[in-house]
């Protein structure tokens, strides 16, 4: 294959042409055309594809990406307010070296005879969940939070035989496209109202739209908009009594200083491993979590691996595998599975292992009262700005915040470009998803914000709008 003058290519397996003649030979062939013969020729692309001229050399191939992707501004070369389902977090040196190993790193399915720990470590991972979240059972990672909830709203359904499901109305709408896809036709889902005043599930609507047929009812606690929302219990209570599961969705950073969902009425919650010690690889470093209670009518619906412990015929010796293996996709009767499963985030769920166990409960208290103070600190510092409210909602709020520009007479859009040209990335543009709000961006703050880059935010924002 002659590729830009070339004979061969050093990406492209065969393509020296003397070889792809040898291979053409032995299937009877006389060109590379004649393997394509079955497809018809209006589907067929005529022209010449609009390519640029191919490097002479690995060198120089390598020098134009790097020049390509400098022209990338990352979070170590701007402060970084974005959050919006994946946070800024520091990430301890020791999560990188582990996840990096390449027993870990490298590894894929396997049997415990070639597992090289990796069973026994994603074992102490669903462990440590389980006690953060005080809950029993955890899932060996899907790929995400918006997996992980509609997958536990799959689950909801199995179990009550419900053909709905009641979702807090402030959630994230790129995640409820995900659980939309995701339960239908299966599961219809029906939005609930907030409280335009304070954030929170509007109790009233609950009510008038749960029935007999809801499977769960959904929300987040800290909420998709930050702030904490402190009827989980009435929540959960209403559920109950309408024969409906109770399903929580956490930032697990949060659970330092707030409660687990158990404690409120969760039936299942979920979320995502993400701020547990793992990078935000450009939005890919999402790992999303499922816990029950053990009880077999939820561990059975569960689609993913469970990891358990049991002795061998060695005293004192322990081996690690799977718990009721048959009810996977990956069981002999794969088109029976609870739902299919495929390639998951294992390894984010070894790091977030890695995580928990250095941190402890200490840390994860003084990681939560860090983030919160500095957020209070944001609102308040925000809200010496002549038109901004540092926060939307009148409740307290965890890490992220809405921040209100309505009374600036400038859109969110104008001032995070402006934000930009500071070194900013300023908050997330609610405006297209939240139109109610107005003009209002999702701020986030956490450990790694210094008061510095607070004060420099303030200072931006108060220059961009007062001048």
Same mark, same amino acid.
């Given at each position: 294959?002659?590729?830009?003058?070339?004979?061969?290519?050093?990406?492209?397996?065969?393509?020296?042409?003397?070889?792809?003649?040898?291979?053409?030979?032995?299937?009877?062939?006389?060109?590379?055309?004649?393997?394509?013969?079955?497809?018809?020729?209006?589907?067929?692309?005529?022209?010449?594809?609009?390519?640029?001229?191919?490097?002479?050399?690995?060198?120089?191939?390598?020098?134009?990406?790097?020049?390509?992707?400098?022209?990338?501004?990352?979070?170590?070369?701007?402060?970084?307010?974005?959050?919006?389902?994946?946070?800024?977090?520091?990430?301890?040196?020791?999560?990188?070296?582990?996840?990096?190993?390449?027993?870990?790193?490298?590894?894929?399915?396997?049997?415990?005879?070639?597992?090289?720990?990796?069973?026994?470590?994603?074992?102490?991972?669903?462990?440590?969940?389980?006690?953060?979240?005080?809950?029993?059972?955890?899932?060996?990672?899907?790929?995400?939070?918006?997996? %992980? %909830?509609?997958?536990?709203?799959?689950?909801?359904?199995?179990?009550?035989?419900?053909?709905?499901?009641?979702?807090?109305?402030?959630?994230?709408?790129?995640?409820?496209?995900?659980?939309?896809?995701?339960?239908?036709?299966?599961?219809?889902?029906?939005?609930?109202?907030?409280?335009?005043?304070?954030?929170?599930?509007?109790?009233?609507?609950?009510?008038?739209?749960?029935?007999?047929?809801?499977?769960?009812?959904?929300?987040?606690?800290?909420?998709?908009?930050?702030?904490?929302?402190?009827?989980?219990?009435?929540?959960?209570?209403?559920?109950?009594?309408?024969?409906?599961?109770?399903?929580?969705?956490?930032?697990?950073?949060?659970?330092?200083?707030?409660?687990?969902?158990?404690?409120?009425?969760?039936?299942?919650?979920?979320?995502?491993?993400?701020?547990?010690?793992?990078?935000?690889?450009?939005?890919?470093?999402?790992?999303?979590?499922?816990?029950?209670?053990?009880?077999?009518?939820?561990?059975?619906?569960?689609?993913?691996?469970?990891?358990?412990?049991?002795?061998?015929?060695?005293?004192?010796?322990?081996?690690?595998?799977?718990?009721?293996?048959?009810?996977?996709?990956?069981?002999?009767?794969?088109?029976?599975?609870?739902?299919?499963?495929?390639?998951?985030?294992?390894?984010?769920?070894?790091?977030?292992?890695?995580?928990?166990?250095?941190?402890?409960?200490?840390?994860?208290?003084?990681?939560?009262?860090?983030?919160?103070?500095?957020?209070?600190?944001?609102?308040?510092?925000?809200?010496?700005?002549?038109?901004?409210?540092?926060?939307?909602?009148?409740?307290?709020?965890?890490?992220?915040?809405?921040?209100?520009?309505?009374?600036?007479?400038?859109?969110?859009?104008?001032?995070?470009?402006?934000?930009?040209?500071?070194?900013?990335?300023?908050?997330?543009?609610?405006?297209?998803?939240?139109?109610?709000?107005?003009?209002?961006?999702?701020?986030?703050?956490?450990?790694?914000?210094?008061?510095?880059?607070?004060?420099?935010?303030?200072?931006?924002?108060?220059?961009?709008?007062?001048?």
């Amino acid at each position: 294959m002659a590729i830009g003058g070339y004979k061969n290519h050093p990406y492209i397996p065969n393509s020296v042409e003397e070889v792809q003649k040898e291979m053409l030979k032995e299937l009877g062939l006389e060109s590379l055309e004649d393997l394509h013969e079955g497809v018809p020729e209006e589907l067929k692309f005529k022209s010449k594809m609009n390519l640029p001229e191919p490097y002479k050399s690995e060198y120089e191939l390598k020098r134009a990406m790097e020049r390509t992707l400098k022209k990338n501004k990352t979070c170590k070369d701007y402060i970084n307010f974005l959050g919006a389902g994946c946070w800024q977090h520091y990430v301890p040196a020791i999560c990188d070296e582990i996840s990096g190993r390449s027993e870990f790193l490298t590894a894929y399915a396997g049997e415990p005879y070639n597992d090289h720990g990796r069973f026994q470590s994603l074992f102490e991972y669903e462990s440590l969940v389980a006690e953060l979240v005080d809950m029993d059972v955890v899932n060996v990672p899907t790929f995400d939070w918006p997996q %992980a %909830a509609a997958t536990s709203i799959r689950m909801a359904a199995r179990i009550t035989n419900g053909k709905e499901a009641l979702v807090i109305g402030t959630i994230d709408r790129q995640k409820l496209l995900i659980i939309k896809n995701y339960c239908d036709p299966v599961v219809e889902i029906k939005l609930i109202d907030y409280d335009e005043e304070t954030g929170k599930m509007d109790l009233e609507d609950l009510k008038a739209k749960i029935s007999d047929n809801t499977a769960a009812v959904y929300f987040e606690n800290p909420s998709f908009l930050g702030f904490i929302e402190d009827q989980g219990q009435k929540i959960s209570d209403i559920a109950h009594n309408a024969g409906a599961i109770s399903i929580i969705g956490i930032d697990p950073s949060s659970l330092g200083v707030l409660a687990p969902p158990r404690h409120y009425g969760a039936d299942i919650i979920c979320g995502d491993l993400q701020p547990l010690g793992i990078h935000m690889n450009y939005g890919g470093g999402q790992s999303g979590f499922i816990s029950t209670r053990d009880e077999e009518k939820f561990v059975m619906e569960f689609p993913s691996r469970l990891f358990g412990v049991a002795p061998t015929t060695v005293e004192g010796e322990y081996g690690f595998g799977d718990i009721a293996y048959e009810r996977t996709s990956f069981g002999n009767l794969r088109e029976k599975g609870k739902e299919f499963v495929g390639t998951q985030t294992a390894l984010w769920g070894i790091t977030a292992g890695v995580y928990l166990s250095l941190m402890g409960p200490i840390g994860m208290y003084e990681l939560g009262k860090n983030i919160m103070q500095k957020s209070q600190y944001a609102i308040k510092e925000l809200n010496r700005i002549k038109g901004v409210k540092g926060s939307k909602f009148n409740s307290i709020n965890f890490k992220e915040f809405v921040v209100d520009f309505n009374g600036t007479g400038k859109t969110i859009e104008e001032i995070n470009k402006e934000l930009l040209k500071k070194g900013i990335f300023g908050g997330k543009d609610l405006s297209k998803d939240f139109p109610e709000l107005g003009q209002c961006g999702l701020y986030c703050v956490t450990e790694i914000h210094l008061k510095e880059d607070i004060d420099k935010l303030v200072d931006s924002i108060k220059e961009i709008i007062e001048g």
